[in-house]
């Protein structure tokens, strides 16, 4: 996904909800354009074990948007009961929990589980 800081003032792009706040001030945002998940998504948190047995990590963003950091924020405490120590985009040797975003999202992990982090905001909130 492009993200706000890579457009110049007269490039046009369909961004993660969370860069748009960042244009404000040089582009013009169009709401009506809009992609929406609400029961699956491409964010998904990954863990080595069953994400109610960690209580507490460092979250590593591995090539994910602003959006799935917010994504992550809003769910991970809230849905899953994990509380986040940091939110680090460097390699995190010390997290037990992964976020990542598009195709990596789908495929299901060599070891350890996956979740959708869309899916547990849908449940949670009832909102895509």
């Not at 001030?25 to 169009?30: C, E, L, R, Y």
């Not at 069953?50 to 090539?63: F, G, I, K, W």
Request: avoid cysteine; charge should be negative.
């Amino acid at each position: 996904a492009p993200r706000a800081a890579d457009l110049g003032p007269e490039d046009a792009a369909l961004l993660p909800s969370a860069e748009v706040a960042l244009l404000r001030a040089t582009h013009v945002v169009v709401p009506d354009v809009a992609i929406v998940a609400s029961g699956v998504g491409t964010i998904a948190m990954r863990t080595p074990v069953r994400p109610d047995e960690v209580e507490q990590s460092d979250v590593r963003l591995y090539r994910a948007s602003a959006t799935a950091e917010t994504l992550a924020r809003a769910t991970l405490e809230p849905f899953y009961g994990i509380r986040p120590r940091a939110f680090l985009t460097d390699d995190a040797p010390d997290a037990q929990v992964v976020v990542v975003e598009g195709a990596e999202a789908l495929v299901a992990p060599e070891a350890g589980f996956s979740e959708d982090l869309v899916r547990a905001w849908f449940i949670l909130t009832g909102q895509p």
